[in-house]
């Protein structure tokens, strides 16, 4: 998936994360954690030669890259999740959970994805979630619909949740 598409995706599951700890609309925490989730939603894609996030880290793309570690393996597995959770443990909850749930929706929304992702690595297996057929090509026109529908739940969701604050905006 493209880069947008996971931010999209990292924002909705921050939001998901604000939902759960009833967090008002308008505040520094609601700014703070949907930044997270927009950053590191695109994360794990380090791995990806020529990628954006693979340009902002340099120094850690440029180690994956020595050590061999291919696309869709390390970064988009489960055990490197547990290790950046680890990582994390130091934030307040809710930035902690937002960056870990933003950082893991990357994985999820890649195994809609025909090639299929690595979880389990290191062993050798990759995941799918649609036949291929019906998977969704990086960059294609079905990639393009899913994150309109995405970005339709980013917005439906804090407003189904706030609709007072939201409602008192108009
Ligand atoms: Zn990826």
Not at 91 to 106: D, I, K, N, Q, V
Request: glycine share 4%.
């Amino acid at each position: 998936m493209l880069q947008k598409t996971h931010s999209v995706a990292g924002m909705l599951a921050a939001e998901g994360v604000l939902v759960h700890f009833q967090v008002p609309l308008l505040s520094w925490e609601t700014a703070a954690a949907l930044l997270i989730g927009c950053l590191a939603g695109p994360l794990a894609d380090i791995d990806k030669p020529g990628s954006t996030m693979a340009k902002v880290f340099f120094p850690l793309s440029f180690v994956l890259r020595l050590t061999n570690v291919r696309h869709r393996t390390m970064t988009h597995s489960v055990l490197f999740l547990f290790a950046i959770a680890t990582l994390l443990t130091p934030l307040p909850e809710l930035l902690f959970w937002s960056f870990l749930l933003a950082y893991a929706s990357h994985a999820f929304i890649d195994l809609f994805n025909y090639q299929g992702v690595e979880l389990l690595w290191p062993i050798k297996f990759k995941f799918r979630l649609l036949p291929k057929f019906m998977a969704i090509e990086t960059g294609s026109y079905k990639e393009s619909g899913f994150r309109y529908f995405l970005m339709l739940l980013c917005i439906a969701l804090p407003v189904f949740y706030n609709w007072d604050t939201v409602s008192d905006l108009f």
